[in-house]
């Protein structure tokens, strides 16, 4: 199974503060790499495909980067309805699909 | 508009199975390129992906698990049944479903989950 390495596993900040997560592969995934945002009682959002793909509907502030086995998620000001925990899942081998730990971002 | 919504048994016994429903709408399981799958996050950890099934009745099953799972789908019904065999507490958890694109395997959809509980 290919593992994904998430740090940090959580992280405080204040509404208009950069955001970087970071995720790793154990092996190259190229660019078979997505992000979601999990909130307790709703669906998951998926925000970014591919790694640097914005899905439809997301705001800009959301912006994905890397390849290979580094990726990066960055939220570019932070706004109230993104405190949330975020993971990213390869989709490079299917069988099977893995998501990283999480990153839990929190109000400081 | 694409929604997804399980249902099925908030509490189950150990030992028995489970039978959650995907019933979803806004796209069709007869679409090439599309599939629909199951995902579970037991509380504090990390989402696990379960199983999934395509358009064409492909199936794909988390080796670790796959012994106990069972998916199909009812594409009059719109609708996609997980089933886990031998419920343990450890298979607490909230379980959702998603709809899946095969371009880049993406689940770019998902319904909002239902908590299953396992305890006697």
């Known amino acids: 199974d290919i593992q994904m390495t998430q740090s940090p596993s959580s992280l405080s900040a204040s509404v208009g503060d950069r955001v970087t997560i970071t995720c790793r592969a154990s092996q190259s995934i190229t660019r078979y790499l997505n992000w979601y945002q999990f909130k307790s009682g709703k669906a998951p959002k998926l925000l970014i495909y591919a790694a640097s793909n914005l899905q439809g509907g997301v705001p800009s502030r959301f912006s994905g980067s890397g390849s290979g086995t580094d990726f990066t998620l960055t939220i570019s000001s932070l706004q109230p309805e993104d405190f949330a925990t975020y993971y990213c899942q390869q989709s490079y081998s299917i069988r099977p699909l893995t998501f990283g730990g999480g990153t839990r971002v929190e109000i400081k | 508009q694409i929604t997804l919504k399980e249902s099925g048994p908030t509490l189950v016994r150990p030992t028995q199975t489970l039978t959650l429903t995907c019933t979803f709408s806004?796209?069709?399981?007869?679409?090439?390129?599309?599939?629909v799958g199951w995902i579970r996050q037991s509380p504090g950890k990390a989402p696990q992906w379960l199983t999934l099934?395509?358009?064409?009745?492909?199936?794909l099953y988390n080796p670790s698990l796959r012994s106990r799972l069972t998916i199909t789908k009812d594409t009059s019904k719109n609708q996609v049944v997980l089933t886990m065999t031998n419920m343990d507490p450890v298979d607490t958890a909230t379980y959702y479903c998603?709809?899946?694109?095969?371009?880049?395997?993406?689940?770019?959809?998902w319904g909002q989950g239902t908590l299953v509980t396992v305890s006697s």
């Open positions: 806004g796209f069709s399981l007869t679409t090439s390129g599309v599939g």
């Open positions: 099934i395509y358009w064409d009745d492909d199936k």
């Open positions: 998603a709809r899946l694109t095969t371009m880049v395997n993406v689940l770019d959809y």
